[in-house]
Protein backbone atom coordinates (compact mmCIF):
# COMPACT_ATOMS: atom_id res chain seq x y z
CA UNK A 1 0.00 0.00 0.00
CA UNK A 2 1.33 3.35 -1.04
CA UNK A 3 1.19 5.66 1.64
CA UNK A 4 -1.07 8.40 1.18
CA UNK A 5 0.96 11.46 2.43
CA UNK A 6 3.92 10.30 0.22
CA UNK A 7 1.80 10.66 -2.63
CA UNK A 8 0.86 13.78 -1.18
CA UNK A 9 4.39 14.85 -1.56
CA UNK A 10 4.80 13.90 -4.82
CA UNK A 11 1.93 15.95 -5.97
CA UNK A 12 3.55 19.09 -4.53
CA UNK A 13 7.06 18.23 -5.76
CA UNK A 14 8.38 18.04 -2.81
CA UNK A 15 9.38 14.11 -3.35
CA UNK A 16 10.78 12.52 -6.72
CA UNK A 17 8.12 9.96 -7.91
CA UNK A 18 11.22 8.16 -9.61
CA UNK A 19 12.56 6.76 -6.54
CA UNK A 20 9.57 5.37 -5.25
CA UNK A 21 9.53 3.19 -8.68
CA UNK A 22 11.32 0.37 -7.17
CA UNK A 23 9.94 0.37 -3.98
CA UNK A 24 6.15 0.48 -5.05
CA UNK A 25 6.12 0.03 -9.05
CA UNK A 26 5.68 2.64 -11.44
CA UNK A 27 2.63 1.75 -12.94
CA UNK A 28 1.36 1.38 -8.79
CA UNK A 29 2.30 4.88 -8.48
CA UNK A 30 0.75 6.77 -11.37
CA UNK A 31 -2.35 5.30 -11.19
CA UNK A 32 -2.83 6.19 -7.48
CA UNK A 33 -1.38 9.81 -8.01
CA UNK A 34 -4.21 9.84 -11.55
CA UNK A 35 -6.83 8.67 -8.62
CA UNK A 36 -5.60 11.46 -6.33
CA UNK A 37 -5.42 13.94 -8.89
CA UNK A 38 -9.03 13.26 -9.53
CA UNK A 39 -10.09 13.33 -5.79
CA UNK A 40 -8.66 16.72 -4.90
CA UNK A 41 -10.56 17.92 -7.98
CA UNK A 42 -14.14 16.81 -7.12
CA UNK A 43 -13.24 17.51 -3.25
CA UNK A 44 -12.46 21.08 -4.22
CA UNK A 45 -15.58 21.57 -6.18
CA UNK A 46 -17.54 20.19 -3.41
CA UNK A 47 -16.30 21.84 -0.61
CA UNK A 48 -15.24 25.16 -1.11
CA UNK A 49 -11.83 25.94 0.97
CA UNK A 50 -13.63 29.02 3.34
CA UNK A 51 -16.31 27.09 3.95
CA UNK A 52 -14.23 23.66 5.21
CA UNK A 53 -11.65 25.96 7.35
CA UNK A 54 -14.87 27.09 9.04
CA UNK A 55 -15.86 23.28 10.52
CA UNK A 56 -13.67 22.36 13.21
CA UNK A 57 -12.88 18.53 13.11
CA UNK A 58 -14.59 16.53 15.85
CA UNK A 59 -11.85 14.60 17.94
CA UNK A 60 -13.20 11.42 19.95
CA UNK A 61 -11.70 8.15 20.94
CA UNK A 62 -11.99 6.45 17.66
CA UNK A 63 -8.46 7.14 15.99
CA UNK A 64 -6.60 8.87 13.56
CA UNK A 65 -7.05 12.18 13.86
CA UNK A 66 -6.24 15.50 11.60
CA UNK A 67 -2.56 15.20 10.37
CA UNK A 68 0.08 17.79 11.62
CA UNK A 69 1.56 18.58 8.31
CA UNK A 70 2.17 22.02 7.05
CA UNK A 71 3.67 22.20 4.11
CA UNK A 72 0.43 20.79 1.78
CA UNK A 73 -1.37 22.82 -0.73
CA UNK A 74 -5.18 23.90 -0.47
CA UNK A 75 -5.95 20.54 -2.36
CA UNK A 76 -4.06 18.41 -0.16
CA UNK A 77 -4.78 19.57 3.38
CA UNK A 78 -8.97 19.48 2.33
CA UNK A 79 -8.18 15.68 1.41
CA UNK A 80 -6.49 15.19 4.80
CA UNK A 81 -9.08 17.06 7.14
CA UNK A 82 -12.27 15.21 4.87
CA UNK A 83 -10.24 11.77 5.44
CA UNK A 84 -9.89 12.73 9.36
CA UNK A 85 -13.04 13.08 9.66
CA UNK A 86 -14.20 9.85 8.12
CA UNK A 87 -11.34 8.24 10.08
CA UNK A 88 -12.65 9.75 13.50
CA UNK A 89 -16.06 8.25 12.46
CA UNK A 90 -15.51 4.87 11.75
CA UNK A 91 -12.12 3.80 12.26
CA UNK A 92 -11.63 0.57 14.04
CA UNK A 93 -8.66 0.60 16.91
CA UNK A 94 -7.03 -2.70 18.20
CA UNK A 95 -6.01 -1.46 21.60
CA UNK A 96 -3.93 -3.67 23.70
CA UNK A 97 -2.24 -2.48 27.37
CA UNK A 98 1.41 -2.34 26.35
CA UNK A 99 3.19 -0.69 29.41
CA UNK A 100 5.60 2.12 28.57
CA UNK A 101 9.49 2.59 30.25
CA UNK A 102 8.81 4.42 33.27
CA UNK A 103 11.85 6.29 34.87
CA UNK A 104 12.65 8.25 37.89
CA UNK A 105 10.07 7.38 41.08
CA UNK A 106 7.94 4.65 41.64
CA UNK A 107 6.00 3.22 39.17
CA UNK A 108 2.70 4.89 39.12
CA UNK A 109 -0.28 4.63 36.88
CA UNK A 110 -0.09 7.13 34.16
CA UNK A 111 1.06 5.68 30.45
CA UNK A 112 1.74 7.21 26.91
CA UNK A 113 0.35 5.22 24.05
CA UNK A 114 1.46 5.20 20.23
CA UNK A 115 -0.79 3.75 17.02
CA UNK A 116 -0.06 3.44 13.72
CA UNK A 117 -3.24 4.03 10.66
CA UNK A 118 -3.25 0.54 8.99
CA UNK A 119 -5.92 0.33 6.73
CA UNK A 120 -9.04 1.08 7.90
CA UNK A 121 -7.36 0.25 11.40
CA UNK A 122 -5.58 2.17 14.13
CA UNK A 123 -3.29 -0.75 15.34
CA UNK A 124 -1.65 0.25 19.03
CA UNK A 125 2.28 -0.14 18.68
CA UNK A 126 4.52 -1.66 21.45
CA UNK A 127 7.35 0.13 22.51
CA UNK A 128 10.68 -1.01 20.50
CA UNK A 129 8.06 -1.83 17.66
CA UNK A 130 9.74 -0.90 13.97
CA UNK A 131 8.32 2.14 11.91
CA UNK A 132 9.41 3.81 9.22
CA UNK A 133 8.83 7.00 6.84
CA UNK A 134 5.13 8.16 6.57
CA UNK A 135 4.03 5.74 8.87
CA UNK A 136 0.92 8.15 10.80
CA UNK A 137 1.02 8.07 14.30
CA UNK A 138 -1.64 8.66 16.88
CA UNK A 139 -0.47 9.70 20.57
CA UNK A 140 -2.70 9.18 23.53
CA UNK A 141 -1.83 9.07 27.08
CA UNK A 142 -3.76 8.18 30.64
CA UNK A 143 -2.88 10.63 32.82
CA UNK A 144 -3.04 8.27 36.03
CA UNK A 145 -2.81 10.33 39.34
CA UNK A 146 -1.01 13.23 37.43
CA UNK A 147 -2.09 16.85 36.98
CA UNK A 148 0.09 18.38 34.71
CA UNK A 149 2.28 16.54 31.64
CA UNK A 150 4.27 17.34 28.72
CA UNK A 151 4.77 15.42 25.58
CA UNK A 152 7.84 15.34 23.17
CA UNK A 153 10.24 13.39 21.05
CA UNK A 154 13.63 13.18 20.02
CA UNK A 155 14.87 11.57 16.47
CA UNK A 156 17.60 9.92 15.42
CA UNK A 157 19.21 13.20 14.44
CA UNK A 158 18.59 14.37 17.48
CA UNK A 159 15.47 16.50 16.38
CA UNK A 160 12.98 17.52 19.02
CA UNK A 161 9.43 17.87 18.84
CA UNK A 162 6.48 19.08 21.17
CA UNK A 163 3.60 17.36 21.29
CA UNK A 164 1.87 18.40 24.51
CA UNK A 165 1.72 21.39 24.55
CA UNK A 166 2.64 22.04 20.77
CA UNK A 167 5.50 24.98 21.27
CA UNK A 168 6.92 25.73 24.87
CA UNK A 169 8.30 23.74 27.58
CA UNK A 170 5.62 24.68 30.73
CA UNK A 171 3.80 21.58 31.29
CA UNK A 172 -0.12 21.73 30.20
CA UNK A 173 -2.93 19.98 32.54
CA UNK A 174 -3.91 16.95 31.94
CA UNK A 175 -7.56 15.87 30.99
CA UNK A 176 -8.87 13.09 33.04
CA UNK A 177 -11.92 11.64 31.28
CA UNK A 178 -11.84 7.98 32.81
CA UNK A 179 -10.45 6.65 29.00
CA UNK A 180 -7.08 7.42 26.53
CA UNK A 181 -6.66 11.41 26.09
CA UNK A 182 -6.10 11.69 21.86
CA UNK A 183 -3.65 14.71 21.18
CA UNK A 184 -5.47 16.67 18.58
CA UNK A 185 -2.93 15.92 15.40
CA UNK A 186 -1.74 12.90 14.17
CA UNK A 187 1.84 12.52 13.99
CA UNK A 188 3.61 11.58 10.10
CA UNK A 189 6.99 10.38 10.92
CA UNK A 190 10.04 11.65 8.48
CA UNK A 191 13.01 10.28 7.02
CA UNK A 192 15.28 10.70 10.56
CA UNK A 193 17.40 7.27 10.94
CA UNK A 194 17.42 4.69 13.93
CA UNK A 195 14.77 5.76 16.21
CA UNK A 196 12.06 8.10 17.29
CA UNK A 197 11.48 8.58 21.23
CA UNK A 198 8.09 9.83 22.79
CA UNK A 199 8.56 10.95 26.42
CA UNK A 200 5.50 11.88 28.73
CA UNK A 201 6.64 13.64 31.52
CA UNK A 202 4.14 13.97 34.20
CA UNK A 203 3.55 15.86 37.80
CA UNK A 204 1.42 16.30 40.40
CA UNK A 205 2.56 20.46 40.04
CA UNK A 206 3.13 22.28 37.14
CA UNK A 207 6.14 22.40 36.55
CA UNK A 208 9.26 23.99 33.30
CA UNK A 209 11.40 21.97 31.38
CA UNK A 210 12.82 24.89 29.74
CA UNK A 211 16.68 24.16 31.18
CA UNK A 212 16.39 20.95 28.78
CA UNK A 213 17.11 23.86 25.71
CA UNK A 214 21.01 23.73 27.15
CA UNK A 215 21.46 20.12 26.92
CA UNK A 216 24.01 19.62 24.30
CA UNK A 217 21.94 17.78 21.32
CA UNK A 218 24.96 15.86 21.00
CA UNK A 219 23.98 14.31 24.31
CA UNK A 220 20.15 12.91 23.15
CA UNK A 221 20.18 9.33 22.81
CA UNK A 222 17.65 6.55 24.06
CA UNK A 223 19.78 5.66 26.87
CA UNK A 224 19.98 9.69 28.20
CA UNK A 225 16.03 10.15 27.13
CA UNK A 226 15.36 6.94 29.61
CA UNK A 227 17.27 8.13 32.79
CA UNK A 228 15.87 10.64 33.16
CA UNK A 229 18.50 12.90 34.62
CA UNK A 230 16.92 16.19 32.63
CA UNK A 231 13.42 16.07 34.62
CA UNK A 232 12.51 18.67 36.69
CA UNK A 233 12.32 17.41 40.65
CA UNK A 234 9.18 15.80 41.23
CA UNK A 235 8.26 14.57 37.77
CA UNK A 236 8.52 10.92 36.31
CA UNK A 237 8.32 10.42 32.82
CA UNK A 238 7.18 7.57 30.19
CA UNK A 239 9.48 6.14 27.59
CA UNK A 240 8.49 5.23 24.41
CA UNK A 241 10.72 4.12 21.27
CA UNK A 242 10.21 3.36 17.92
CA UNK A 243 12.80 2.27 15.69
CA UNK A 244 13.16 3.49 12.22
CA UNK A 245 13.51 0.80 9.49
Same mark, same amino acid.
Given at each position: ????????????????????????????????????????????????????????????????????????????????????????????????????????????????????????????????????????????????? !????? #??? &? @?? +??????? $??????????????????????????????????????????? !????? #??? &? @?? +??????? $?????????????????????
Amino acid at each position: MIPQLLLEEILLGEKEEKKYYDKYGKENIQTALAELRKSNEKILAAYPADSLKKKPLKFNKTFLLSTKILTFSTAAVLVMALAGTLLANHIDVKNETVPTERTKGTPSNHQLKLYRQKGTEAVQLKDGESAEENDLIQITYLPGS !FKYGL #IFS &V @DG +NGSVTHH $LPESTWISEKLKKTGEEVPLAFSYALDDAPDYECFVFVVSKKN !FDMSK #IEN &V @DK +NKYSIEY $LKNGSYLPSECESSVFVLNKK
